[in-house]
């Protein structure tokens, strides 16, 4: 293993200049790679055939009214030409760099009007001259292909300003209120005559179907949609049979939930969706196909489809009678009265969407078709308004006699802001329709429940993503067993991936949902495949381009590099330092050391490969230095000083210090502070600042041997010498005190009831200083018990009230001559 780990050093040592320097051509050799010898002429031909498309674009737009349609189209034309632009400037931009680097190194030319310049070489002349006549060609064509990108770019804008304008028009265009007294005249006037142009187009149908529904066909076309109704029925049944149960044998997960969620939505999509398709291979195959009478049918299909979905999402989200399998925290109480408004709601929105359908093919007045739209429209919004008043006032008995909330089985942070929007849309979708803005209140109908239906989407996909990353890369999974046996993971390690891989999963999903949410309002998805485009392909900024794909590798390359110098600093720290006879501050110096070498390599070698090159690091260094030396002095100091005090070792780990008053262990010397251990198990951090510029008391500086001081006191009538002598014998006896030096007893002090004495003796280990002066202690009271030696407390002044003596005194005193006299 330890030749391994050697071996990759070498590697990452020998290839560091390599990746970090620019690979230079050599002098003796500067001829064209075979990529740049390749014929210019097919990058020319591309961008003369992108700028074409352009001004075709260009001349078309210039037009005063140009449909949204046309609009739309012309703007997915405008991605492959600056698609095709920007392919022709990533292969440019290589060859400008390399041609660029190769006149580097020829220099310039020397002066000829100078007599005393030195000769040049032909084939070097020559070979400048083809340097600078590429240089020149592909500057030409970069030119090119960024004017063509900024052209593209201004006319993909220009339609989408054109397009929201359009939008805006059709949408925010006022006209009368639902409640004017003239609409409904007007409609009053138009409607007899409306109605039989509806009764004609139902006439027009039956007349179409009389021809073919006749013998043999009408019997096979009853036949088979008798067929079609059985099979969808049996299905329905079929699949409700196979629905997870109310009452689960094994115990529920996230993942289980999510997966029998899907699974319930899509099998109550399935039938009634193939049952609509089998009746469009009817009638087709009836013949019936009359230009008036496909938008009609059209919209009755989208209506039978948008209420399977909504029947699908709401048993898949809902689940109104299934408790157990309910994705979302919901009373059942709650999700069967959503469930009924949801539905209701999109009948009422279909059967709308019908009568505004039936009035365009039966070419029904203006007047008709705005009061059918606005009454629709404020109908939707009232009874909104009315299931979302009744889902707040529908308390559930046995949530509220368990103590949890009436409606919510477990209350969500979600859950507020979603009320507050939908009373917001309610408010809108009425309020709209009241102003006379028909059109924006029937959008917001349509938007309300587009955005319903990607939202539950999104749930079930977040859900299904949690459960599924959660069982994965729990500890007990046959995943995880297989990654801890292969690779060495550990449990924390596997935690850390499947929530970061949900996060990221999570984030894509959202991302999703709101660019399909705010596809509507103008915001094209054209757009955002441009900008995914333009930072895939590289972004400009000065002389550096950054790209997505040279971000990527760049954090590909860090990631090696840390992780070469993590397996570096792993084996020192393990394998090759223990066996040294370099101590524990040393070892954790030179480890340090390593780690912030190699993420120092690392980091420079993954700018590099950006295009951030040494100079322009040297810039942001010295831009950097004015925040320094504003804002980040303390910060810049205490690493510095964390520095010193790893290579000058006069504060190591394991060393006893006093700090501030702190005493306490060295337990870890960090890059901005050092942590100390107190006897009482708490950590001080300290900076690394105050370590150096303040007073620091070590005492294992240069060994760890300790002294012991024991003072004693005995008696007046004591034996000094016999003290002193019991005094050396009891520190000798005990096993960690050492030899040399030799205990010493000093008489200090005669004190005013008693002799004062100290013994001194040293210790091996400073930190056992404090348990072997305690058993001194013990067997010096008990030598002392057992000479008869007194050992007599210290005195304990005892403090002197005068001015409650001074009644007494008064007492005793004779009095005064004047006292006396008086």
């Known amino acids: 293993m330890t030749r391994w780990f050697l071996a990759l050093l070498l590697v990452f040592t020998l290839s560091a200049p390599t990746l970090a320097a620019p690979k230079l051509p050599a002098l003796s050799g500067n001829a064209p790679t075979p990529a740049e010898n390749a014929p210019l002429a097919p990058a020319s031909e591309r961008l003369d055939a992108a700028k074409a498309a352009l001004d075709t674009i260009t001349k078309a737009l210039a037009a005063d009214s140009v449909p949204d349609a046309d609009l739309a189209r012309m703007r997915g034309d405008i991605d492959p030409v600056l698609a095709q632009v920007l392919g022709v400037a990533a292969e440019v931009t290589p060859k400008q760099a390399a041609v660029k680097q190769r006149l580097e190194q020829l220099g310039p030319a020397p002066d000829a ?365 046959r995943m995880s067993r297989n990654l801890t046996a292969t690779i060495g993971m550990g449990r924390e390690s596997l935690q850390q991936i499947g929530v970061l891989l949900s996060g990221l999963l999570t984030v894509a999903f959202s991302a999703a949902a709101l660019i399909l949410i705010i596809f509507p309002w103008g915001v094209q998805s054209h757009d955002m495949i441009g900008a995914v485009q333009s930072v895939f392909f590289g972004v400009k900024i000065g002389d550096v381009t950054i790209s997505m794909s040279s971000v990527v590798l760049a954090l590909l390359f860090f990631a090696v590099g840390y992780g070469l110098t993590g397996a570096v600093r792993n084996w020192l720290q393990n394998r090759y330092l223990p066996i040294t006879q370099l101590d524990q501050g040393l070892r954790d110096a030179i480890s340090a050391s390593v780690g912030y070498l190699g993420l120092g390599m690392s980091l420079v070698l993954s700018l590099g490969y950006v295009g951030i090159s040494f100079e322009r690091l040297a810039l942001v260094a010295g831009a950097l230095s004015v925040g320094i030396g504003l804002g980040l002095q303390g910060v810049v100091a205490n690493f510095v000083a964390g520095l010193i005090i790893m290579w000058e070792r006069a504060i190591r780990v394991g060393d006893l210090v006093v700090v501030g008053g702190e005493t306490g262990t060295v337990r870890r010397i960090n890059i901005r502070a050092t942590e100390i251990q107190t006897p009482d198990r708490a950590t001080t951090i300290v900076p690394n600042g105050n370590m150096i510029t303040g007073v620091v008391k070590n005492f294992v500086r240069e060994d760890r041997v300790g002294r012991v001081v024991i003072p004693v006191q005995a008696a007046w009538d004591s034996d000094p010498e016999q003290v002193r002598a019991l005094l050396v014998e009891t520190a000798k006896e005990h096993d960690e005190v050492v030899r040399f030096p030799a205990p010493l007893a000093l008489f200090v002090k005669f004190g005013a009831t008693m002799l004062e004495f100290e013994l001194y003796c040293f210790v091996e280990d ?15 009271f008990k030598a002392f018990a057992e000479a008869g030696i007194k050992m007599t407390p210290p005195t304990t002044p005892v403090p002197l009230d005068v001015a409650a003596l001074e009644p007494i005194l008064r007492t005793l005193a004779p009095p005064s001559r004047t006292e006396a006299e008086n």
Do not use: C
């Not at 400073?766 to 010096?780: Q, T, Y």
């Open 766 to 780: 400073v930190e056992r200083a404090g348990r072997v002066k305690s058993d001194l202690h013990f067997a010096i």
């Open 113 to 477: 009007s100078d007599a005393n310049a030195p000769s040049e070489d032909p084939k070097v002349a020559q070979d400048r001259k083809e340097q600078l006549k590429l240089q020149s060609t592909f500057d030409d064509l970069a030119k090119r292909a960024k004017l063509l990108q900024v052209q593209a770019e201004q006319l993909a804008e220009q339609i989408g300003e054109r397009r929201r304008a359009l939008f805006a028009s059709s949408v925010f265009q006022g006209g009368a209120s639902i409640l004017s007294p003239s609409l409904w005249i007007d409609v009053a006037k138009e409607a007899p005559a409306d109605l039989r142009s509806a009764a004609a187009v139902f006439t027009d149908l039956f007349h179409q179907l009389q021809p073919v529904m006749t013998g043999e066909k009408a019997a096979l076309a009853l036949a088979l949609l008798t067929l079609i109704v059985l099979a969808t029925a049996w299905s329905v049944l079929a699949i409700a049979r196979r629905l997870p149960r109310e009452t689960p044998h094994r115990e529920l997960n996230n993942l289980r939930i999510s997966v029998a969620a899907l699974w319930s939505g899509l099998a109550i999509m399935i039938p009634p969706l193939g049952a609509v398709g089998a009746l469009i291979a009817l009638v087709n195959w009836l013949g019936v196909s009359d230009p008036q009478l496909v938008p009609l049918g059209i919209a009755a299909l989208g209506v039978v489809i948008k209420l399977t979905v909504t029947a699908g999402m709401i048993a898949a989200v809902l689940a109104p009678y299934r408790a157990a399998w309910r994705p979302i925290d919901l009373s059942d109480r709650v999700a069967r009265r959503l469930s009924q408004l949801i539905f209701i709601l999109m009948g009422v929105a279909g059967f709308g969407k019908l009568v505004e359908v039936l009035a365009e093919t039966s070419g029904a007045s203006l007047q008709v078709s705005v009061a059918a739209r606005g009454l629709f429209s404020l109908l939707i919004g009232l009874i909104l308004a009315r299931g979302l008043y009744g889902v707040i006032l529908s308390p559930d008995a046995r949530n509220a006699a368990a103590g949890k909330p009436a409606n919510i089985a477990e209350e969500s942070p979600f859950w507020a802001p979603i009320r507050l929007f939908s009373w917001f849309a309610t408010f809108a979708i009425i309020g709209a329709a009241l102003l006379g803005y028909v059109a924006l209140s029937a959008f917001l109908v349509n938007q309300l429940a587009w955005m319903a239906f990607v939202g539950g989407v999104l749930f079930l996909l977040l859900k299904l993503t949690d459960g599924a990353t959660e069982q994965a890369f729990r500890p007990a999974s």
